[in-house]
T-cell receptor, first 111, second 113 residues
Framework: GENVEQHPSTLSVQEGDSAVIKCTYS??????FPWYKQELGKRPQLIID?????GEKKDQRIAVTLNKTAKHFSLHITETQPEDSAVYFC??????????FGPGTRLSVLP | EAQVTQNPRYLITVTGKKLTVTCSQN?????MSWYRQDPGLGLRQIYY???????DKGDVPEGYKVSRKEKRNFPLILESPSPNQTSLYFC????????????FGPGTRLTVL
C-alpha cells in the first residue's frame, strides 16, 4: 500500500539550534504535503504546508522543502525554542484524498 | 468560533456493545475524515467523506462504519467493538478535496474491555 516514511523518530537539539525532519512518500501523483505539530494531550495542528508547484516555503522560523523527483520533503525549524518541543507529523494524499501520515518525530528542545 | 467538536471525549465500554462517536463542524467544510492514533503508528485514516452521501475507506476501515447525511456531521460507528479498537480517535474537516488545512477535533479516547 501507499506509505509515508518519516525520520528521525526522535530528535533532541539544544535551544537555538536547527532541527530537520525528513519524509518520503511513494505516490508520485501526490501534490500536497502538510506538516502538523501535536503537543502533549492536544490535537494536531497545521504548521506549514507545500504544494507540488513550489520547491520551498518559509514562515518565520519554519520552512518546508520539496523534492518531487526524489519524492521527499523536509521540515526545517531554525533557532529552536522550548515551545517547539512536540511531536511532528508529515502527511501526503494518495488516490485523491486518502491521507497517509508519517509515524511522527518527537522533538525535544533542551534548554 | 470555527471548530470541530467530538463527543464523547472519553468512553470506556465492553466488547460487542455498539457505540457511536459524533463529529460536527461549523465551517461548512465538504471534506471530513476520521483517524485513529496509536503509539508509534501516527495517525491512520479510517474513513473520509468528500461531501454529503459520499464516503470512502481509508487505510484501516475494518470494524468501523460512517455516514454523511448532513454536511456538518460525520459520525463514526463501531457496531461490535473489540479491544484492538482501543485508541485515540480524531475527526477532522477541510475545504474541498482535503488538500488544505485539516482542522482536528479534540479527540475521543476509547477503551474497549
Amino acid at each position: 500500500g501507499e506509505n509515508v516514511e518519516q525520520h528521525p523518530s526522535t530528535l533532541s537539539v539544544q535551544e537555538g539550534d536547527s532541527a530537520v525532519i525528513k519524509c518520503t512518500y511513494s505516490d508520485s501523483a501526490s501534490n500536497y504535503f502538510p506538516w502538523y505539530k501535536q503537543e502533549l494531550g492536544k490535537r494536531p495542528q497545521l504548521i506549514i504546508d507545500i504544494r507540488s508547484n513550489v520547491g520551498e516555503k518559509k514562515d518565520q522560523r519554519i520552512a518546508v522543502t520539496l523534492n518531487k523527483t526524489a519524492k521527499h520533503f523536509s521540515l526545517h525549524i531554525t533557532e529552536t525554542q522550548p515551545e517547539d518541543s512536540a511531536v511532528y507529523f508529515c502527511a501526503a494524499p494518495f488516490y485523491g484524498q486518502n491521507f497517509v501520515f508519517g509515524p511522527g518525530t518527537r522533538l525535544s528542545v533542551l534548554p | 468560533e470555527a471548530q470541530v467538536t467530538q463527543n464523547p471525549r472519553y468512553l470506556i465500554t465492553v466488547t460487542g456493545k455498539k457505540l457511536t462517536v459524533t463529529c460536527s463542524q461549523n465551517m461548512n467544510h465538504e471534506y471530513m475524515s476520521w483517524y485513529r492514533q496509536d503509539p508509534g503508528l501516527g495517525l491512520r485514516q479510517i474513513y473520509y467523506s468528500m461531501n454529503v452521501e459520499v464516503t470512502d475507506k481509508g487505510d484501516v476501515p475494518e470494524g468501523y462504519k460512517v455516514s454523511r447525511k448532513e454536511k456538518r456531521n460525520f459520525p463514526l460507528i463501531l457496531e461490535s467493538p473489540s479491544p484492538n479498537q482501543t485508541s485515540l480517535y480524531f475527526c477532522a474537516s477541510s475545504s474541498p478535496g482535503g488538500r488544505d488545512e485539516q482542522f482536528f477535533g479534540p479527540g475521543t479516547r476509547l477503551t474497549v474491555l
